[in-house]
């Protein structure tokens, strides 16, 4: 009887051992699986990411989303740069000097007096090492007569002024000529009223700034 009980025992402890072992390599097993299926689940994003890339590509959206962070990454630029100098100081001008003073009558010849006064400001351009931005001005009165032949208006007229300007300085003083800008802004900028001969005589002006060098 009592032999009996204990192979009994023996029996059950021996089940509750193997029952054990298998729950442990179920387990283990589980785990694996669990494992397994994570590393699928990120190919799985990675293949749909990829096919959603070229789709894009495809349609051109890519480009145009590209292009939207590039835009965006330019504004953020410029309101860095804007942080870092919130008041900038503008471009210091050298010279505002009167057309009338320096061509003759309707024209774009410089005259010996003309020459005479950019010589007073070639001097300045030399010992500065910035842009050179050359701005003729005129009045408001339309060019006519024979002069219309070779200057329509007022906007080819100014920049023919400007670019004599800048032939002398670099002919007579050598200031290297790509130092220079020429811009034409005809009668879009007055200073003065052009209804008096004084008024008009004030607009027709030559501007020479030097534009500071970007760092």
Not at 43 to 56: G, M, P
Not at 170 to 180: E, G, K, L, S
Not at 187 to 192: C, E, F, N, S
Request: aromatic residues 6%; positive net charge.
């Amino acid at each position: 009887m009592r032999f009996s009980f204990l192979v009994a025992l023996a029996a059950l402890l021996l089940s509750g051992c193997v029952s054990q072992q298998r729950y442990a390599e179920q387990a283990a097993r589980v785990d694996s699986l669990r494992t397994t299926t994570r590393t699928l689940k990120a190919d799985l994003y990675a293949l749909q990411d990829s096919i959603l890339f070229y789709e894009a590509i495809d349609s051109g959206q890519y480009y145009r989303d590209r292009r939207a962070l590039l835009d965006s990454l330019d504004r953020l630029h410029f309101l860095l740069d804007a942080c870092r100098d919130p008041t900038p100081m503008p471009p210091p001008v050298v010279a505002t000097l009167a057309i009338d003073d320096l061509f003759e009558p309707a024209s774009a010849t410089l005259t010996d007096a003309g020459r005479a006064k950019l010589d007073t400001v070639a001097d300045t351009l030399k010992a500065t090492s910035g842009t050179v931005r050359v701005e003729a001005y005129a009045d408001d009165v339309p060019v006519s007569g024979r002069l219309q032949e070779r200057y329509p208006s007022n906007w080819e007229l100014s920049a023919a002024r400007a670019a004599a300007a800048v032939r002398h300085w670099v002919d007579a003083h050598t200031v290297p000529p790509a130092r220079f800008e020429v811009v034409s802004l005809g009668a879009t900028r007055p200073v003065a009223s052009n209804a008096t001969a004084t008024g008009r005589r004030t607009n027709r002006r030559l501007r020479v700034l030097v534009l500071p060098r970007r760092p």
